[in-house]
């Protein structure tokens, strides 16, 4: 099967899951490129999904935040989807034995989306 290319606005790498997570500022246009792979993706204030290549050895991984600026609270919940299929992919549980492996996911990918959209946590 031929490489195919998708155009999204950034791309997140997980190097060690050697996984990507494609991130798109407009809906159509995630459908559009997503829609070869199987993806079908959804979004209020964003969301997130995952489709497993047919060789079940990778998968696409996105997010989706239409209009480019997202809330951090929505930016936090789609982050939380994306790190468990990450983690449901690689055959991580969702355990409480697993918490911290999934904590600090979270926080790595919500610190790089912050950064990705400029954002700033406040804390008070």
Aim: proline share 4%.
């Amino acid at each position: 099967m031929a490489a195919q290319t998708v155009d999204c606005d950034h791309i997140i790498f997980v190097e060690w899951l050697r996984q990507s997570v494609l991130v798109f500022n407009d809906l159509a246009a995630a459908r559009a490129e997503l829609e070869p792979f199987g993806g079908s993706p959804e979004a209020g204030a964003g969301g997130a999904g995952y489709a497993v290549n047919e060789d079940g050895g990778s998968a696409v991984f996105w997010m989706v935040f239409p209009g480019g600026r997202p809330g951090i609270g929505t930016l936090v919940h789609e982050a939380i989807h994306i790190v468990d299929y990450l983690c449901e992919f690689a055959g991580i549980p969702i355990t409480s034995e697993a918490a911290e492996v999934r904590c600090y996911m979270v926080e790595w990918l919500t610190a790089r989306l912050m950064d990705l959209y400029g954002l700033v946590a406040s804390y008070g």
